[in-house]
């Protein structure tokens, strides 16, 4: 059984949770969330807390886990920071979609899904959120996955702190 599975999570000032046949709804001030949980995973309600328990060893903590970050994203929304590193790579919102112009062509247009808002302080940060921790994920995978950096001039997109392994270009001069 899971460490962290056998500990109930509380629910924050704001947040209401109500479990009906096997779907978890969450809703906050940051937004609402719906969570069908694993046929094996149950969850019970007693005030404010939320306890969580499986027949099966191994889905007791991929569900504690499933609904913990269903309670956090609708209290605290999640955000994940990226930056552009290449000269002329910008980003900016259009009519709703995030445009990069990252060396291509054409521009790259990707539509966010519904739940996560993407910003963009100036042409080169993009900071993606939401409640639902899978999508903002995803969508800053995606995201990233358009340019990645490279590892020779370290040009792409990148996630804001994360440290890209440079490389040593050809060696001039060697017989």
């Known amino acids: 059984m899971s460490r962290l599975g056998k500990q109930p999570i509380s629910l924050p000032n704001g947040v209401a949770a109500t479990v009906c046949d ?9 937004g609402s969330l719906e969570l069908t949980l694993p046929p094996t995973v149950s969850v019970a309600i007693s005030g404010q ?4 328990s499986s027949a099966d060893k191994a889905m007791h903590g991929l569900g504690w886990a ?30 709703g979609e995030l445009v ?9 247009r990707l539509l966010p899904p519904r739940g996560v808002t993407v910003t963009c302080s100036d042409a080169t940060h993009i900071r993606v959120s939401g409640c639902d921790k899978h999508a903002v994920g995803q969508f800053s995978a995606n995201v990233r996955r358009v340019r990645p950096p490279e590892p020779y001039k370290g040009k792409g997109i ?13 060696a001039f001069g060697a017989k």
Do not use: M
């Open 22 to 30: 096997g779907r978890l709804s969450v809703k906050g001030p940051s």
């Open 100 to 108: 990069l112009t990252v060396g291509f062509a054409n521009r790259v």
């Open 158 to 170: 990148r996630y804001v702190g994360e440290v890209v392994r440079r490389k040593a270009g050809k």
């Open 49 to 52: 807390v939320l306890s969580v």
């Open 66 to 95: 499933l609904v913990r970050n269903s309670v956090v994203g609708v209290s605290k929304p999640y955000t994940v920071d990226l930056e552009l590193q290449g000269v002329g790579y910008q980003a900016a919102i259009d009519k």
